[in-house]
């Protein structure tokens, strides 16, 4: 289960003996399955359609390369790394994990890094060691809500807005689809007309990038702090959302809710980080 060195010599009677050959061999533990995304240049925001005024207006980006989970999180994933289930949907370890709230999935990021031997993403109190952060909150936290981001490093955490738009979208504005991967969302989204809980996740069409599931099963929670103007003021180059708030996003759309929610400009701006709703479960990146 980790990388070694290996020796080996030969014996054989009435022969020489042989020298020694070793050889190093490197053990990577990949627990999420990851999709690299090439950096680049979208318009981000509603470029088709009706929808929020928080979506608009729409703004150029661009955006560092990174790596995002080809599937939302599954419970099988999340109970290999955090040893628990705390999905409502567990009667298969293949659908999304859901009812797990924003500081959660800080804690998941963190472990997942330091159970593959990268460096962790997020620090509370000084560490990155989710085990000296405490039981995570259920209620508004200022020391959980004061988390730092070191960007550099090369652990797991969640993607901010601009990282999920740009990945849902595929990559590219052209075609400009209204869902991830299509204008028909029965063809790459379980939502509320066509789904009465989640589904295993990669059942349904990928978006042009090989990602499933951007558009419904569950929401996926961002980085960012929620702010229904923050379009107007937003920087071009890897914007990494306001540094306050009281709320974080969520995108995607889910199994409970209705298709507009699907839609990849769709903001969910009004959730609680400490909400652990049956629809809302998480994706993740790391630095390309």
Known sequence: TSSTTIK??????????????SASF?????VVDMVFVPGGTFIMGRTTGSGNSSELPTHQVTLSSFYISKYEVTQSEWVTVMGYNPSQFSYNLANPVERVNWYMGLVFCNKLSIYEGKTPVYSILGSTNP????????SWNSTWNSV??????????LPTEAEWEYAARGATNNPDWVYSGSNSLNEVGWYDNNSGATHVVGELLPNGIGLYDM????????????????????P?????GPSSGTKRVIRGGSW???ADTCRVAYRGLAIDLYYPGIEIGLRLVRKG
């Open 131 to 138: 085990d000296d952060w405490g039981t995570y909150p259920i």
């Open 148 to 157: 730092v981001c070191d960007w550099s490093a090369n652990g797991y955490r």
């Open 236 to 240: 071009q180059n890897n914007p990494t």
């Open 8 to 21: 080996a010599k030969a014996f054989k009677s009435g022969w020489n003996d042989s020298s020694v050959s």
């Open 256 to 258: 409970y809710y209705w």
């Open 215 to 234: 558009s419904g099963n569950v929401f996926e929670w961002c980085w960012d702090w929620a702010d229904n103007t923050y379009y107007s003021t937003s």
């Open 26 to 30: 490197s053990i990577n533990i990949s």
